[in-house]
């Protein structure tokens, strides 16, 4: 799931936050994972937390290249 997110993402032509955060939206409804559970799934991954900053913005603020080696690093020390 998380390996799609970032695969959508690294697609995604620009950095504009709503247009980052619909393909986050996006990635849940097509793997059938309800919005909220992903976005709870990405904080816990991300920060270790159940909440956290609006996704499509914090991806924004970071870029997506730096999003993209975190998450990948954390999806590689969990061994998902």
């Excluded at 990405?42 to 080696?69: A, M």
């Amino acid at each position: 799931l998380l390996q799609s997110l970032m695969e959508r993402i690294k697609k995604v032509d620009g950095t504009d936050a709503d247009v980052l955060q619909t393909e986050v939206f996006q990635t849940a409804k097509d793997n059938e994972v309800p919005p909220r559970d992903f976005f709870l799934l990405i904080y816990e991954v991300l920060f270790g937390q159940n909440s956290g900053p609006k996704v499509g913005s914090f991806i924004k603020l970071i870029g997506k290249e730096e999003f993209l080696k975190r998450l990948g690093s954390r999806l590689n020390a969990d061994g998902k």
